[in-house]
């Protein structure tokens, strides 16, 4: 399995990106996919995941409201939609499946993408 993650960029404070992570092979619904982000000098942490069979999402706090994680189940691709992008969410973001129906555990994620790196200006 590969997961090619892309969109990210350098935006200004307020603005909007889409990510997206397409996977290779087929994705089951018993699968989760996520999206995890590192900041410089911090650890990298959950963002954001969903249930690939009945689309039911998850998402950290620091990110509802503003953040939308969707699925394109033809497509076999996941996305990350960012709104009111602020100077803290600047980090390379990584998107992820996880074979077991992971949640917000890093260590259950199975495979992971190359990241894309998101940086907002403010």
């Known amino acids: 399995v590969q997961l090619q993650a892309s969109g990210g960029g350098l935006v200004q404070a307020g603005s909007s990106l889409r990510l997206s992570c397409a996977a290779s092979?087929?994705?089951?619904?018993?699968?989760?996919m996520g999206w995890f982000r590192q900041a410089p000098g911090k650890e990298r942490e959950f963002v954001a995941t969903?249930?690939?069979?009945?689309?039911?999402?998850y998402y950290a706090d620091s990110v509802k409201g503003r953040i939308t994680i969707s699925r394109d189940s033809a497509e076999n691709t996941v996305y990350l939609q960012m709104n009111n992008l602020r100077p803290e969410d600047t980090a390379l973001y990584y998107c992820a499946r996880s074979n077991r129906g992971a949640l917000y555990s890093q260590e259950e994620f199975d495979y992971w993408g190359q990241g894309t790196l998101v940086t907002v200006s403010s």
């Open positions: 969903i249930r690939w069979g009945t689309g039911r999402q």
């Open positions: 092979g087929r994705t089951f619904s018993s699968h989760t």
